[in-house]
């Protein structure tokens, strides 16, 4: 069974910082992944999506993320954190296979940004 | 844009009543899901549609059925309600197995 593990719960970051949220997955055969971010209140939103292709994928508000298979993960950066960016973040994958699988999330990480 | 709207924000229900939470997506996709959110245990499938009257159990199915008569919508039941199913519902849609999926805004469910 596939399943997707972000490490860290919490995560505190100062405005203007860097950031890097990890997730690592487990997946048999050629995984989709994605990181959504939901902001309090709010349903969630996609940054970014892997698929195929280049291993380095941009998404929205100045995110990116590496697929890196040797290491079954997909960890997402943002070189300068806002605000604005404080919120909940969940890695998911499905498969590739085509079928109509829901998608499995890591159990999020809580980004808190200090002034 | 994908809309994905859910019927209430918030709802309060007692032990024992039936509810209904209802779903509608416009952009004609085939696939519709449901999520329960809960602190620390992320997202988590409840059922999903692949179909008009199709239905596929997800990993918590106990305790929730659902129905899809029409493309556009998808509706969560929960026969007899319990304090247990006291959560965050999220409703999702996509086009196709594999591809990204929209969500709603979620309904806040309490139940006493």
């Known amino acids: 069974a596939q399943s997707v593990t972000q490490p860290d719960i919490h995560i505190t970051v100062s405005e203007g910082a860097s950031l890097e949220l990890r997730c690592n997955y487990s997946?048999?055969?050629?995984?989709?992944l994605f990181w959504y971010v939901q902001s309090p209140g709010q349903g969630l939103q996609l940054l970014l999506k892997?698929?195929?292709?280049?291993?380095l994928v941009q998404g929205i508000k100045g995110f990116e993320a590496e697929f890196k298979r040797s290491q079954s993960s997909f960890n997402l950066r943002k070189p300068s954190v806002h605000w604005s960016d404080a919120a909940e973040y969940f890695c998911a994958v499905v498969g590739s296979g085509g079928g109509a699988d829901g998608l499995t999330f890591g159990k999020g990480t809580h980004l808190i940004i200090q002034p | 844009d994908v809309k994905v709207t859910q019927s209430s924000r918030y709802l309060v229900k007692r032990t024992g009543e039936k509810v209904f939470l209802e779903c509608v997506q416009d952009?004609?996709?085939?696939?519709m899901f449901w999520y329960r959110q809960d602190p620390g245990l992320g997202l988590r499938l409840i059922y999903f549609?692949?179909?008009?009257?199709?239905?596929e159990k997800g990993d918590i199915p106990e305790g929730y059925s659902v129905s899809r008569e029409k493309k556009e919508r998808f509706s969560l039941i929960l026969e007899s309600a319990s304090t247990n199913q006291t959560s965050m519902y999220l409703c999702?849609?996509?086009?196709?197995?594999?591809?990204?999926?929209?969500f709603g805004p979620g309904t806040r469910l309490t139940v006493l």
């Open positions: 952009m004609d996709h085939e696939n």
């Open positions: 549609s692949y179909d008009v009257k199709m239905k």
């Open positions: 999702a849609s996509s086009l196709q197995g594999g591809n990204e999926q929209f």
């Open positions: 892997y698929f195929s292709g280049d291993t």
């Open positions: 997946y048999g055969a050629t995984p989709y």
